[in-house]
């Protein structure tokens, strides 16, 4: 069965600066998906970013981007200029590459902004 | 852009009650999940459906459990006998039928068993 970890159950960032959340996972698939979701205190479900496995080319959404190590099974995600409203709970998960697959979850990282 | 709704927002509940969550998926979306998430726990899987039938479920998602899809746009859970620990957030979501699209969760639906 797949796992997904996230070690850093909180994380401090001051504004403006960058911060780095780990995720790490274990599959034996060669293939599949990886994402970063937000949940802030409202606890919606909002996608920030994806990366498919078959890509070697980290994925990047505005000040959103991976560092995603196939060989090390490592996807963590990079927060530039952090701002405010970037504060929330951040989960990693993973989905395979089949049609209405699942997704695993991570513990998530609780993502704090200083002002 | 097109959003999963689910309702209520927030449901009260006695124990050993019926409880029926719903949700009302992307119009083009051909596959259906729900989720739960225990207050400070991460989410888990419970059940996903597809053209009309459970494709899969988790250990979780036992025979207190049921889901249907009574109409072209509603997507339920039933929760036949409520128990404390059933207490938590249940996210709905859907995808398409295309494989590198991802799945697109509701708001939650906050379940509170007394």
């Known amino acids: 069965a797949q796992t997904v970890t996230q070690s850093q159950p909180e994380m401090s960032v001051q504004e403006a600066e960058t911060v780095t959340l780990s995720c790490t996972y274990d599959?034996?698939?060669?293939?599949?998906?990886l994402f970063w979701y937000k949940q802030p205190p409202s606890r919606q479900m909002i996608l920030v970013i994806r990366?498919?496995?078959?890509?070697?080319q980290n994925a990047t959404e505005n000040r959103f981007s991976v560092n995603f190590q196939k060989a090390a099974k490592s996807f963590s995600l990079k927060i530039s200029d952090s701002q405010l409203g970037d504060a929330a709970m951040y989960f990693c998960?993973?989905?395979?590459?089949?049609?209405?697959?699942?997704?695993?979850f991570g513990a998530g990282t609780i993502l704090r902004v200083k002002s | 852009e097109p959003e999963v709704t689910q309702t209520p927002s927030h449901q009260v509940t006695q124990m050993g009650q019926e409880v029926i969550l719903r949700c009302v998926p992307i119009?083009?979306?051909?596959?259906f999940y729900w989720y739960r998430q225990i207050l400070g726990q991460k989410v888990e899987f419970l059940v996903s459906f597809y053209n009309n039938e459970i494709s899969e479920k988790s250990e979780i998602f036992d025979d207190q459990f049921s889901v249907e899809r009574p109409d072209g746009s509603n997507f339920t859970l039933k929760i036949r006998s409520t128990k404390l620990e059933d207490s938590a957030m249940y996210f709905c979501?859907?995808?398409?039928?295309?494989?590198?699209?991802?799945?697109?969760f509701g708001d939650g639906t906050r379940l509170s068993i007394l």
């Open positions: 990366q498919e496995a078959y890509k070697q």
């Open positions: 979501a859907s995808s398409s039928v295309s494989v590198v699209q991802p799945q697109h």
């Open positions: 119009s083009n979306h051909l596959y």
């Open positions: 998960a993973y989905r395979r590459m089949e049609y209405g697959n699942k997704l695993v």
């Open positions: 599959t034996s698939e060669s293939d599949y998906y």
